[in-house]
C-alpha cells in the first residue's frame, strides 16, 4: 500500500533547479544576501554556503534534528516518485530525463542539505512561519519562494497567500521571486491573480520566462519589486 501525504512534502530540490527556476547568475550573487522561503531539504543555502555566498533558508521544520529531517526527505522523496509513476506524461522531461533521473537528482539534493544543516542549523537554517518572518524589514537583496504558495491552493487560503506575499515583499529591499505558478496539468492557480491585484501600491509584479519546466506550463516565475522613482 503506497503512503499518502496530508502536508507540503518535504524535499530537496536542487541548487541547479533554483538557478534555473528564478534566473539566477552566480556571477551576480557575491554582493546579495539572499532569504529562500520555505526551504525544505533544497541546497541551494549549502551551495552558497559553500560557495562563500549568502543565504538564510527558513522552514517550519527546521526545530527538528538533522536525522530526522534526512529521514523524512527520504521517506517523501519516495513518496513524490511512486505518485508520479502513473502521471509521467503530465510532466515536461527536459531537465530531468526519467523519473529515475529525478530520484537520483533530489536525493542528492537532499544528502547535500543535511550535511549543511547539521552544521548551520539555527545560524543559516532557522525555524520561521511564512507569515511571521523574523526579521527587520528591507533585511533581504532577494527573497525567493519555490513550491509552496500557488501550487498548494487547494490547501492554503488566499489569506495565506497574500499575508505570506506582504511578510516575504517587506523583508526584501529589492525583489521577491516566486516559482511555479502552475498546479496539476499545467493549470495556473487563480491565487497569481489575486497576489497581483492586492499589491501595495509601490510595488509592481513581472510574470518572467525562466529555463526550466518540469511541472507543464511551469516555465515562468512572478517576481514581485518594488517601484523604482522617477
Given at each position: 500500500?503506497?503512503?499518502?501525504?496530508?502536508?507540503?512534502?518535504?524535499?530537496?530540490?536542487?541548487?541547479?533547479?533554483?538557478?534555473?527556476?528564478?534566473?539566477?547568475?552566480?556571477?551576480?550573487?557575491?554582493?546579495?544576501?539572499?532569504?529562500?522561503?520555505?526551504?525544505g531539504a533544497s541546497s541551494?543555502?549549502?551551495?552558497?554556503?559553500?560557495?562563500?555566498?549568502?543565504?538564510?533558508?527558513?522552514?517550519?521544520?527546521?526545530?527538528?534534528?538533522?536525522?530526522?529531517?534526512?529521514?523524512?526527505?527520504?521517506?517523501?522523496?519516495?513518496?513524490?516518485?511512486?505518485?508520479?509513476?502513473?502521471?509521467?506524461?503530465?510532466?515536461?522531461?527536459?531537465?530531468?530525463?526519467?523519473?529515475?533521473?529525478?530520484?537520483?537528482?533530489?536525493?542528492?539534493?537532499?544528502?547535500?542539505?543535511?550535511?549543511?544543516?547539521?552544521?548551520?542549523?539555527?545560524?543559516?537554517?532557522?525555524?520561521?512561519?511564512?507569515?511571521?518572518?523574523?526579521?527587520?524589514?528591507?533585511?533581504?537583496?532577494?527573497?525567493?519562494?519555490?513550491?509552496?504558495?500557488?501550487?498548494?491552493?487547494?490547501?492554503?487560503?488566499?489569506?495565506?497567500?497574500?499575508?505570506?506575499?506582504?511578510?516575504?515583499?517587506?523583508?526584501?529591499?529589492?525583489?521577491?521571486?516566486?516559482?511555479?505558478?502552475?498546479?496539476?496539468?499545467?493549470?495556473?492557480?487563480?491565487?497569481?491573480?489575486?497576489?497581483?491585484?492586492?499589491?501595495?501600491?509601490?510595488?509592481?509584479?513581472?510574470?518572467?520566462p525562466v529555463d526550466y519546466?518540469?511541472?507543464?506550463?511551469?516555465?515562468?516565475?512572478?517576481?514581485?519589486?518594488?517601484?523604482?522613482s522617477k
Amino acid at each position: 500500500m503506497k503512503t499518502t501525504l496530508k502536508g507540503p512534502i518535504f524535499i530537496g530540490r536542487s541548487w541547479l533547479e533554483y538557478l534555473k527556476m528564478f534566473n539566477l547568475d552566480l556571477k551576480e550573487l557575491n554582493n546579495w544576501n539572499i532569504l529562500d522561503c520555505a526551504a525544505g531539504a533544497s541546497s541551494f543555502t549549502a551551495y552558497m554556503f559553500k560557495n562563500h555566498l549568502k543565504s538564510i533558508a527558513v522552514d517550519l521544520k527546521y526545530d527538528k534534528t538533522p536525522e530526522f529531517l534526512e529521514k523524512m526527505c527520504k521517506q517523501h522523496l519516495q513518496v513524490l516518485v511512486d505518485s508520479l509513476q502513473p502521471l509521467q506524461n503530465h510532466f515536461e522531461w527536459y531537465f530531468f530525463k526519467d523519473l529515475e533521473e529525478l530520484k537520483k537528482h533530489r536525493m542528492q539534493s537532499c544528502q547535500e542539505f543535511a550535511r549543511d544543516y547539521q552544521k548551520g542549523w539555527g545560524k543559516r537554517y532557522l525555524k520561521a512561519d511564512l507569515i511571521d518572518l523574523p526579521f527587520a524589514d528591507n533585511s533581504f537583496d532577494l527573497v525567493l519562494c519555490a513550491h509552496l504558495l500557488f501550487i498548494y491552493d487547494h490547501r492554503l487560503s488566499a489569506d495565506f497567500h497574500l499575508k505570506a506575499v506582504q511578510e516575504m515583499i517587506r523583508v526584501t529591499k529589492n525583489q521577491l521571486r516566486l516559482y511555479p505558478l502552475v498546479k496539476h496539468k499545467g493549470e495556473k492557480s487563480v491565487m497569481v491573480d489575486k497576489v497581483i491585484q492586492n499589491l501595495p501600491l509601490n510595488y509592481q509584479a513581472q510574470l518572467v520566462p525562466v529555463d526550466y519546466q518540469f511541472r507543464r506550463g511551469g516555465n515562468e516565475m512572478l517576481v514581485i519589486s518594488k517601484k523604482t522613482s522617477k
